[in-house]
Every structure is written in structure tokens, then in C-alpha cells.
């Protein structure tokens, strides 16, 4: 379930990514304008540079969890509560920035130049998932599906 979810997530954010450098690079006229997918604050071949890691990092994170194999398929319940509680905080301010924008730039309602800010929605949405991976309840319930090394097992 974590690994799937992780997985779409992932590839929302890749066809972000994608879509902004498509038309940076290529001027395509079908998506939009190169000022509406971000703020300016990163000049753009940074902040691609910084996108291509993160993307990275979470196609490894997600095809770890989904095989459940890899360093990031080993349930770590203490990162749990700080990924969670990190990742509402990062939703919080996004709504923030959002409402903020909505008050000082009017022009912009409702949906105009929000791409940013409905991405960071969805980077948040991926630290929320991989933090409910990684808590106790939810370790409980995977656990039955997952296999117990020899040495790990009770005997009766």
C-alpha cells in the first residue's frame, strides 16, 4: 500500500518536473507558461539540478518500500513522528503560502500560478506516506504479510 502510494506520488512530482522543463527547454505551447510552474527565487537549472536528487531519492525510497528489499524497505518506527510531523507542517505552510498569495495577489485566484504550491502539496503528501511506513501501527499490519528470518522465530 505505502509503496504504491509512494510510487504515484513519485511520478506526479516526475511529470512536474518534466512538464516545467519541457517548457523552459522546448516552448511547448500546450502547457503553461514558464512563469506559472515556479517563483524565481532558484534560478531554474538549480533548482532542476535539485529536483533531478530529490526525484532520485524518492524513486529509490518508493521501489524500496514497494519491493519491501533495499535500505529504505527496513520500517524505522522513530522517524516516523518527525516524518509525519514534518510533512503537516509543510502542508500547513503551503496552505499559508496559498491563502497569503490569494490575499496580496488577487489576480491570481484561484488557480493561477498555484502549480508550486500544489506540488509541494504533493512532496508533502509522499514525507506524510513514507512517515505512516514507517510507524508502529502500520509495521503491525504489514507484519503479518512479511516473512520472519529463521533466526528471529520462536520456537514452541
Avoid: N
Amino acid at each position: 500500500m505505502h509503496g504504491r502510494a509512494l510510487a504515484i506520488l513519485t511520478l506526479l512530482f516526475a511529470l512536474r518536473v518534466l512538464g516545467q522543463a519541457l517548457v523552459v527547454f522546448f516552448s511547448v505551447g500546450w502547457l503553461p507558461a514558464t512563469e506559472h510552474w515556479f517563483s524565481g527565487l532558484i534560478r531554474y537549472p538549480i533548482l532542476l539540478g535539485i529536483q533531478l536528487v530529490m526525484l532520485a531519492g524518492m524513486v529509490k525510497i518508493a521501489s524500496d518500500i514497494w519491493r519491501a528489499r533495499g535500505f529504505f524497505a527496513k520500517p524505522r518506527p522513530g522517524c516516523s513522528r518527525f516524518l509525519v510531523a514534518f510533512s503537516i507542517l509543510y502542508a500547513v505552510s503551503m496552505v499559508l503560502r496559498y491563502a497569503l498569495t490569494m490575499t496580496y495577489r488577487p489576480e491570481m485566484r484561484w488557480f493561477g500560478d498555484t502549480i508550486p504550491i500544489f506540488f509541494h502539496f504533493v512532496l508533502a503528501a509522499f514525507v506524510y506516506t513514507w512517515g505512516k511506513f514507517h510507524s508502529a501501527r502500520d509495521i503491525l499490519a504489514i507484519a503479518p504479510y512479511t516473512t520472519v528470518p529463521q533466526s528471529h522465530r520462536t520456537s514452541m
